[in-house]
């Protein structure tokens, strides 16, 4: 199930689970969106990337959807493993600008 | 891929030194690299984009006198932290444009005694 923590909402499942990460972006004239996961101790690694003109984006084990009209970004990891279990962070980039990161969810993934 | 190299992984300081960190593009050109702070379970926030060959542009609220950074080449930046009290204690990670999107060097974790 889905938890709020103190700061970092935790998404619990079961290896080979599917999970579905969602976030909420801020700015309508975002227009490139990327997935980022992060172990602890490391820096945010790049999963999947989705531009403003695309409603789905395909890797491997991971899908990406992109609702425009409620500003809505979820990540869906297929058969979920217990490598996969990190916090992931979605990111807005509006034009040549910074990116903006979400707050992150934590997933954790018991064998 | 794009690869970016961030040093030291871990440092711990007295209260009042400074303290360098450095962030490294090393297969590819960054003139723009940037800066993020992390507290423990919070998100990436952004302290400062780094221009090669220009002043660095701070965003609201953090004090660019106590952080430094300096951008001097085409692949290398650093982040100064001067005077450094034990509420600077944090993760700090650089990223630059690379490969696809940004690429995140690996953190530094500053702990100030």
């Known amino acids: 199930g889905e938890s709020v923590g103190l700061h970092l909402p935790t998404l619990s499942v079961q290896e080979g689970d599917n999970s579905i990460i969602n976030c909420a972006y801020s700015?309508?004239?975002?227009?490139?969106f990327i997935w980022y996961k992060q172990e602890s101790g490391k820096g945010p690694q790049f999963i999947i990337d989705i531009r403003s003109n695309m409603d789905k984006r395909q890797g491997q084990r991971v899908t990406v959807l992109l609702n425009k009209t409620v500003k809505h970004l979820s990540l869906q990891i297929a058969a979920t493993q217990p490598g996969d279990s990190a916090v992931y962070f979605c990111?807005?980039?509006?034009?040549?600008?910074?990116?903006?990161f979400g707050k992150g969810t934590m997933l954790l993934v018991s064998p | 891929g794009a690869v970016v190299s961030q040093h030291p992984s871990r440092v711990i300081c007295k209260s009042g030194t400074s303290v360098k960190i450095e962030c490294r593009s090393l297969?590819?050109?960054?003139?723009?690299m940037f800066w993020y702070r992390q507290f423990p379970k919070q998100s990436l926030m952004l302290m400062a984009t780094s221009n090669e060959g220009s002043k660095a542009t701070y965003e609201q609220g953090v004090e660019k006198d106590k952080f430094l950074i300096n951008h001097a080449s085409l692949t290398l930046s650093t982040l100064t932290v001067t005077s450094a009290h034990p509420e600077d204690s944090s993760f700090y990670i650089c990223?630059?444009?690379?490969?696809?999107?940004?690429?995140f060097g690996s953190g530094t974790r500053l702990t100030v005694v």
């Open positions: 990111a807005e980039l509006s034009g040549y600008s910074t990116l903006t």
């Open positions: 700015n309508s004239a975002s227009d490139y």
């Open positions: 990223s630059a444009r690379g490969g696809v999107g940004y690429t």
């Open positions: 297969d590819f050109q960054a003139t723009t």
